[in-house]
């Protein structure tokens, strides 16, 4: 039902990204990524847009350009670390084209005819945006570094626990996992 309300609402939104219902993460991860693809993530760019005043709006941890969601979750400079490192551990091409939120599900979308592997990737990626989120908002309202060694362990353990719950893929190793090995850690 609330699917239905939200494709009525946004038109033609789920036509458009299908995929963003079509994976192993939680409800409010999936509700965050449709925000997040809808520019609706309360970053200073929308907050400004909404009324809320700051002395600027720069991204507060690169002070170059404006904290908008497609900054934050694709071309921030420790965001394009961080797909990089995760497309190494899923072993698919850079992440070069990754300039929005878009196109980061487009590809992921895109990148398999196996429903399941795409499944995964989806899961994978969802798991880095809302471990971005999370992170920025550590950082912001805790004071805590963030270190890419750590945002990419998050991930991992995430999208291995959401798969472990949320599917009925059986995963044999931790490490098959920590390596993706698909052939492998898949029964």
């Known amino acids: 039902m609330v699917r239905l309300d939200l494709e009525q609402s946004k038109g033609n939104m789920y036509q458009l990204h299908p995929f963003v219902w079509d994976c192993w993460a939680p409800s409010k991860v999936k ?4 925000r997040a693809i809808d520019g609706r993530i309360p970053t200073k760019s929308a907050l400004a847009y909404r009324g809320i005043t700051f002395s600027d709006l720069l991204c507060p941890f690169c002070s170059i350009e ?7 979750l694709a071309s921030y400079p420790f965001s394009v670390a961080i797909w990089e490192e995760v497309c190494r551990w899923v072993k698919i091409p850079s992440s070069s084209n990754f300039v929005d939120v878009k196109s980061i599900l487009f590809f992921g979308n895109g990148w398999s005819s196996n429903k399941v592997k795409k499944k995964l990737l989806i899961t994978v990626f969802f798991a880095t945006m809302w471990s971005l989120w999370c992170n920025r908002n550590k950082k912001i309202f805790e004071g805590k570094a963030i270190l890419i060694h750590k945002v990419l362990d998050d991930i991992k353990e995430l999208a291995f626990l959401w798969l472990s719950i949320r599917s009925k893929i059986s995963i044999r190793e931790w490490s098959l996992w920590f390596g993706f090995n698909l052939d492998g850690m898949m029964y």
């Open 31 to 34: 509700i965050f990524v449709w």
């Open 66 to 72: 404006d904290e908008d969601v497609d900054h934050l």
